[in-house]
């Protein structure tokens, strides 16, 4: 069995307790970030400094979606071949932030409705000769809280 590895490294984690996505927040004026890409506060009207790291929420509200009938371009990773996906902005009440992100496997686009609940699940990308390349994903269901 081959091992489950991240497509991008620090941008999510998984485990038993289940997908959480990885982000940055600023100890002075709790501005939210992901990715946190860097480590330091990119609030126009903040001078703080490093960011704390933080899980963010796993469930949110359906802001926007479309579905996605081209191949991205290089350096963005995608099935080869390639297969349509649907992808999801989902807005995070907490953070007061929108993540966007795949639509789980299987998730068919005139089912979905904005504002209905999703929360974030891992599932493979691709797999290669050494592992299962993985990635968050989007899927309805949950409570959005």
Not at 69 to 94: K, S
């Amino acid at each position: 069995m081959k091992p489950r590895v991240p497509v991008v490294e620090g941008l999510f984690a998984e485990d038993e307790a289940g997908a959480r996505l990885l982000g940055g927040r600023c100890p002075r004026c709790g501005s939210w970030f992901f990715p946190k890409q860097w480590s330091f506060c990119r609030n126009p009207h903040c001078d703080g400094g490093p960011l704390d790291d933080v899980a963010l929420s796993s469930r949110g509200r359906l802001w926007s979606f479309t579905d996605n009938r081209y191949a991205p371009p290089p350096p963005y990773p995608a099935r080869d071949p390639f297969e349509p996906y649907g992808v999801a902005a989902v807005e995070l009440a907490d953070e007061q932030m929108v993540v966007l992100g795949q639509l789980a496997h299987g998730t068919d686009v005139a089912t979905l409705t904005v504002g209905q609940a999703m929360e974030l699940v891992v599932e493979a990308l691709f797999e290669d000769d050494e592992a299962v390349r993985t990635m968050w994903k989007w899927k309805p269901g949950g409570d959005a809280r």
